[in-house]
């Protein structure tokens, strides 16, 4: 089994990656953590450094790599499924999974740690929401296409783990949307 998580930045696709992982009895990999691992720099430096070209490169080599490995839970980036054909590679490869959240609830969690995200480090409360509201708008289109759509505004990472579970317990539907 592979497991692909995808949301935009923030929405906990590491936090509720692990113990998903855990319950099912899977192997956890953060994807820009093996990036970071496999280059010897944090993806920041790897993006200021070379560039969002050569960055979703290097995305797309190690995802290659993670599509062959089983019995696994994947965090993706939250661009990686956005480039190249990466997201019919995933689709092709195990179950999707979109942590849906709002642009309220991405704000509040990235304007923390902002200065460790390249594209919102120098950006100010308003800014911040505008540009997660207008990138969020246009990689939402990508998102959804999802096998598995969870709604995360104001549920526990825990309540989100327990409903992803619960999901692919279930036989193969075209398409699972749950919010509640």
Known sequence: MRIFLMGYMGSGKTTVGKPLARQLGLEFVDMDHVIADRHGRSVNEIFSTFGEARFREIEREI???LLTRDNI???LGGGTPCFFDN???I???GVTVYLQAGVETLARRLEH???RRPLLRDKSPEELFDFIRDS???REQVYSQAAVIVGCDGYSDMQIVDKI??????PPQPQV????
């Open 177 to 180: 949307v749950v919010y509640s």
């Open 87 to 89: 997201l019919e590679r």
């Open 63 to 65: 995802l290659g790599e």
């Open 165 to 170: 579970a619960a999901v692919l317990r279930l």
């Open 136 to 138: 969020l708008a246009i």
């Open 113 to 115: 740690g902002k200065a």
């Open 73 to 75: 839970v994947v965090s």
């Open 91 to 93: 689709k092709t490869a």
